[in-house]
């Protein structure tokens, strides 16, 4: 079955830029086949949950309006892999960064969630 | 932005108790409406899509209704696994939005 695992630097210092990847398995990515959005949401510590970004298997984007100055979301088919970088990262951000998908009839339903990796700002 | 409240944020319950969870939404989402659980360093998992259908895998004690603005999920009888963080979210409009969550844990 399809999984996803995300990976990422932990730690991460102020005005940096976060850069995350998902990896899935299992499944492809993109290809006319291929009808999910692959996304990120995050969860700071203890606290809800925050959606961030998608990327559909045509390579089209949405962002959460809170933080489309900072982010940007990709895919790269050839690796079946995608990512997100967030620029100009604080201490607001620290979180535990979730990839998942969702489907085309829904996507904002996110059926299949990663493990989650967990990013610090710190200095 | 639609705002996603919950109701109650907690509860105690037994093994074999009814559980009902609230949740409503700022605007209408029509049945664009999940949940999700969550237990402790672990990942969200899909319950609930559509506001009513069952996702695959997902034992037949979970049920969700509703539509519009107000939502409930159920559990019929508690089991022990089921004692988690309970979040509803709405997939009408971007950006999607969680609820803050409903806390079940034994009395």
């Known amino acids: 079955q399809v999984q996803l695992q995300e990976s990422g630097p932990g730690l991460v210092k102020p005005s940096e830029t976060l850069s995350l990847t998902c990896s899935v398995s299992g499944g492809s990515i993109g290809g006319s086949t291929s009808t999910y959005y692959w996304n990120w949401i995050r969860q700071p510590p203890g606290m809800g949950l925050e959606w961030i970004a998608y990327?559909?298997?045509?390579?089209?984007?949405n962002y959460n309006p809170s933080l489309e100055s900072r982010v940007s979301i990709s895919k790269d088919p050839s690796k079946n892999q995608f990512s997100l970088r967030l620029r100009s990262v604080n201490a607001a951000d620290t979180a535990i960064y979730y990839c998942?998908?969702?489907?085309?009839?829904?996507?904002?339903?996110?059926?299949?969630w990663g493990r989650g990796t967990v990013v610090t700002v710190s200095s | 932005d639609i705002q996603m409240t919950q109701s109650p944020s907690s509860l105690s319950a037994s093994v074999g108790d009814r559980v009902t969870i609230t949740c409503r939404a700022s605007q209408t989402v029509t049945n664009f409406l999940n949940w999700y659980q969550q237990k402790p360093g672990t990942a969200p998992r899909l319950l609930i899509y559509g506001a009513l259908n069952l996702q695959s895998g997902v034992p037949s004690r979970f049920s969700g209704s509703g539509s519009g603005t107000d939502f409930t999920l159920t559990i019929v009888s508690l089991q022990p696994e089921d004692f988690a963080t309970y979040f509803c979210q709405q997939s009408y409009s971007i950006p999607f939005t969680f609820g803050p969550g409903t806390k079940v844990d034994g009395k």
């Open positions: 990327v559909y298997s045509t390579a089209s984007t």
């Open positions: 998942a998908r969702s489907r085309a009839s829904d996507r904002g339903s996110f059926e299949i």
